[in-house]
T-cell receptor
Framework: KAGVTQTPRYLIKTRGQQVTLSCSPISGHRSVSWYQQTPGQGLQFLFEYFSETQRNKGNFPGRFSGRQFSNSRSEMNVSTLELGDSALYLC??????????????FGAGSRLTVL | DQQVKQNSPSLSVQEGRISILNCDYTNSMFDYFLWYKKYPAEGPTFLISISSIKDKNEDGRFTVFLNKSAKHLSLHIVPSQPGDSAVYFCAASDYNQGGKLIFGQGTELSVKP
């Protein structure tokens, strides 16, 4: 059973640019969540999608957005990049959110560096 | 407002001994708690979890204890092995919040041979 796949694994952008990250969940998983990991803030929740609908949103500015497709694959986009957006972006999938057993399976992450 | 706290950034333990990692939380709505292990350049890997209706859950060398009155949980690893060296994250969730986990800052465990 393939795990959660994130692409690209590494990327470098400059301030003001935008970036799109992709996530393919485990087959059969319908919920996809995104997290940002930075040395100073740890792992922070960005948003969650379930059945193509944003189910939950963290405390991030509107420059951060996402979407989910009918095959459960998800993308997140960050527009007008700032230096502080440099981070490891992690995607996680689960079968059924809110079931009381929120065991998320994480991908390896996309390491974004903003210069 | 840090709802989940791991106050020890690092912990060093001798191989074969017990490792105890601690986590405190403030939100009484949390009803499910998880521990994840993370190696550099990899995503977190699920280790063990516990529901708020229990006070202990065991899985092999790993045991998680939950003290709801103190809003405290701990992960015990016995015996510790060098391969256990990694960053350990405590996470909490609320049944109504779906895939949203609140993570602690992590504790870096080093198990020395």
């Amino acid at each position: 059973k393939a795990g959660v796949t994130q692409t690209p694994r590494y990327l470098i952008k400059t301030r003001g640019q935008q970036v799109t990250l992709s996530c393919s969940p485990i087959s059969g998983h319908r919920s996809v969540s995104w997290y940002q990991q930075t040395p100073g803030q740890g792992l922070q929740f960005l948003f969650e999608y379930f059945s193509e609908t944003q189910r939950n949103k963290g405390n991030f500015p509107g420059r951060f957005s996402g979407r989910q497709f009918s095959n459960s694959r998800s993308e997140m986009n960050v527009s007008t990049l700032e230096l502080g957006d440099s981070a490891l972006y992690l995607c996680a999938s689960s079968f059924s959110p809110g079931s009381g057993a929120n065991v998320l399976t994480f991908g390896a992450g996309s390491r974004l560096t903003v210069l | 407002d840090q709802q989940v706290k791991q106050n020890s950034p690092s912990l060093s333990v001798q191989e074969g001994r017990i490792s105890i990692l601690n986590c405190d939380y403030t939100n009484s709505m949390f009803d499910y708690f998880l521990w994840y292990k993370k190696y550099p350049a990899e995503g977190p890997t699920f280790l063990i979890s516990i529901s708020s209706i229990k006070d202990k859950n065991e899985d092999g060398r790993f045991t998680v204890f939950l003290n709801k009155s103190a809003k405290h949980l701990s992960l015990h690893i016995v015996p510790s092995q060098p391969g256990d060296s990694a960053v350990y994250f405590c996470a909490a969730s609320d049944y109504n919040q779906g895939g949203k986990l609140i993570f602690g800052q992590g504790t870096e465990l080093s198990v020395k041979p």
